[in-house]
């Protein structure tokens, strides 16, 4: 129904940038809202940021806050994560994933609310 995957990750010196892509597949991207998650080896998935599906809504977790920024190009199926100002403890696999609209109000941040997922991009961030 919908496919994602992820690309642009690498490594990057501290300070550099990034911009992820997450391409999806399926004829119903328009309608979902996006968000992005990462994991870091030895802890737990945590949620990055999300973007409505017209794009005028954004939500970014603190740590990413005026560092991030994403977009969205519903003609493309594709949600882009600019990632200036990187950090070390960015390093992470990143994720994007997909929630299908069910009336839901405010920007899903939890991982169980979220219907499909993409395998993953690894970010690396050098001292």
């Known amino acids: 129904q919908v496919q994602l995957v992820e690309s642009g990750g690498g490594l990057v010196q501290a300070g550099g940038s990034l911009r992820l892509s997450c391409a999806a597949s399926?004829?119903?991207?328009?309608?979902?809202?996006v968000g992005w998650f990462r994991q870091a080896p030895g802890k737990e998935r945590e949620f990055v940021a999300a973007?409505?599906?017209?794009?005028?809504?954004?939500y970014y977790t603190n740590s990413v806050k005026g560092r991030f920024t994403l977009s969205r190009d519903n003609a493309k199926n594709t949600v882009y994560l600019q990632m200036n100002s990187l950090k070390p403890e960015d390093t992470a696999v990143y994720y994007c994933?997909?929630?299908?609209?069910?009336?839901?109000?405010?920007?899903?941040?939890?991982?169980?609310?979220?219907?499909?997922w993409g395998r993953g991009t690894q970010v690396t961030v050098s001292s």
């Open positions: 994933a997909a929630h299908r609209p069910r009336g839901t109000v405010v920007l899903p941040r939890n991982i169980d609310e979220y219907d499909y």
């Open positions: 399926g004829r119903t991207f328009s309608s979902v809202v």
């Open positions: 973007i409505s599906w017209s794009g005028t809504t954004t």
